[in-house]
C-alpha cells in the first residue's frame, strides 16, 4: 500500500514569483501539500513570459509551477484583498516574495498574521533582509550572485561568470522550504506558527562557506579556478586523446590509484607529491605530468580505466545531451506533466520519502482554478461572474 505524502492536508496560499518562492512552493506541492498560487490579473507571475521553450509555456514556469492552483486576483482591490484575507484564513502556510513593505500593505504583515491567525506559518522571502544598508535593494539573482562573492569565485582569472542557474533564488527557495517543514513540525507539537525570514542574500552567502572562511580565517583569497579546485590537486579537466576528462582526486590514496592506472610509477615514488599539500605547491607539474599521460587514452577508455581504480572521474555532458543521460533514464527519473499547451516530461523531485511518487499534477494556466477557489469562499456563479466583470479577478 502506498503511504500518503507527508503534507497532505496542509495548505499554503503563496504570493509569488519569479523563482525563489515558486521554488520553495513547488518543493511543498512535491511533497503533497496544496499550493494556492496567487498572482496577477494583468499577466499573473511574470516568469510567464521569460521565455515558450516548453511548448508555449515558460521553461522557467515549467519547472516551478506544477502540481499549483492558480489564482488570478486584483489584491490591489478592496474585494480583492477581503478574498485574500478568507483564503489565508484557510491556510496553514503562507509565503510571500513580493517587493520590500507590499506584504504589509496589503494586510499580509507578520505580525497582523500571526495575530488574527496564531497557529499560521509565514514564510517571508526577500532579496538582502529586511534590515540593514541594502534592505530596499532590487535583488535579482546575477545582483546577489555579484555581492554575495559567488561571482569572485566562478569562472576563470580573466573572466568572471555567474553561475548558469539561478544559485541565489535557488538557495533562497530550498531555506525557506526546510525552515517552513520545520515550523510545520513544531506546530504539530506546540499548535504555535512561526515566522520564517529568508533572505537570497543571506541563503547564497551560507553557500560560500569554503572561500569566505578561507579568507577570514586563512588570509588566503580564493579566486576564480574554472574546473579547477583551489585546495585539492589534481581537481581539473584533462585532456583525452579524442576530448577531455574531469578528474577529482579527494585524497593521497586515490592520487596513488590515480598514477597507478595511469601507469606513472614514478608520479607515485614521488615524496615531493605524496600528499595533497605538495601537491598544491607544485599543482603546474602534477598538471602538466596528468594531462602528459590522460592524452594518450580515448575518452571512452580512460573514463572505463579510472572508475575501475577508484578514482573520480566524469565528462562534461552537454546540456541538450542531460535528458538522455544512461543514470537519468535508468532510474524511471522523468515523469509526464500536463501544461495548457500539452504534456511535457519533467523530472520527478530527488526526495523520495517511503517509496511514494511526488506528486507532479499539471502546470496552472492563468487564473485556471479561481472560480474553484471562489466557491470554496462561498461566492456563488452570479457573485463570480461580477467579481470577472469588475476586474477583480481573472
Request: no cysteine; aromatic share 4%; hydrophobic share 45%.
Amino acid at each position: 500500500m502506498t503511504a500518503p505524502l507527508p503534507l497532505e492536508g496542509v495548505t499554503v496560499v503563496s504570493l509569488e514569483q519569479a523563482v525563489a518562492a515558486p521554488f520553495a512552493t513547488r518543493t511543498l506541492a512535491d511533497l503533497g501539500a496544496r499550493v494556492i498560487k496567487v498572482e496577477r490579473t494583468d499577466g499573473g507571475d511574470f516568469a510567464r513570459g521569460y521565455d515558450d521553450a516548453v511548448g508555449g509555456t515558460s521553461s522557467h514556469f515549467f519547472w516551478l509551477n506544477r502540481s499549483k492552483e492558480s489564482v488570478a486576483l486584483d489584491v490591489k482591490s478592496v474585494e480583492g484583498r477581503t478574498l485574500l484575507a478568507e483564503l489565508v484564513a484557510g491556510a496553514d502556510v503562507v509565503v510571500q516574495n513580493l517587493a520590500p513593505g507590499a506584504a504589509a500593505r496589503l494586510g499580509l504583515g507578520a505580525d497582523e498574521l500571526r495575530e488574527r491567525h496564531p497557529g499560521i506559518v509565514v514564510a517571508d522571502m526577500t532579496g538582502y533582509g529586511d534590515g540593514g544598508a541594502y534592505a530596499g535593494r532590487k535583488a535579482y539573482d546575477m545582483l546577489v550572485q555579484a555581492e554575495a562573492g559567488l561571482v569572485a569565485v566562478t569562472g576563470t582569472e580573466d573572466h568572471p561568470a555567474k553561475t548558469g542557474i539561478p544559485s541565489a533564488d535557488v538557495a533562497a527557495g530550498l531555506h525557506t522550504a526546510h525552515a517552513v517543514l520545520a515550523a510545520l513540525v513544531r506546530k504539530g507539537r506546540t499548535g504555535q506558527g512561526a515566522h520564517v525570514r529568508v533572505s537570497m542574500f543571506d541563503a547564497l552567502t551560507e553557500w560560500m562557506g569554503h572561500p569566505l572562511y578561507t579568507a577570514m580565517h586563512g588570509g588566503r583569497r580564493v579566486g576564480r579556478n574554472g574546473l579547477a579546485h583551489p585546495a585539492i590537486v589534481p581537481y581539473d579537466a584533462y585532456p583525452a586523446a579524442d576530448g577531455q576528462v574531469l578528474v577529482g582526486v579527494q585524497n593521497d590514496r586515490q592520487w596513488q590509484a590515480l598514477v597507478g592506472a595511469l601507469g606513472r610509477d614514478d608520479l607515485a615514488t614521488d615524496a615531493d607529491l605524496a600528499t595533497n599539500r605538495r601537491r598544491v605547491a607544485e599543482r603546474d607539474r602534477v598538471d602538466a605530468e596528468v594531462a602528459r599521460s590522460t592524452a594518450a587514452h580515448p575518452t571512452a577508455s580512460l573514463l572505463e580505466l579510472l572508475a575501475d581504480a577508484g578514482v573520480p572521474a566524469a565528462q562534461v555532458t552537454e546540456v541538450d545531451d542531460l535528458a538522455a543521460h544512461p543514470q537519468l533514464q535508468g532510474r524511471d527519473r522523468w515523469a509526464d506533466v500536463a501544461t495548457e499547451h500539452g504534456t511535457y516530461a519533467a523530472l520527478r523531485p530527488p526526495a523520495l520519502v517511503d517509496g511514494t511518487p511526488a506528486r507532479m499534477d499539471a502546470v496552472p494556466a492563468l487564473g485556471e482554478h479561481t472560480d474553484r477557489v471562489l466557491a470554496e469562499l462561498d461566492r456563488d456563479p452570479a457573485t463570480i461572474r461580477t467579481l470577472r466583470e469588475t476586474g477583480v479577478v481573472a
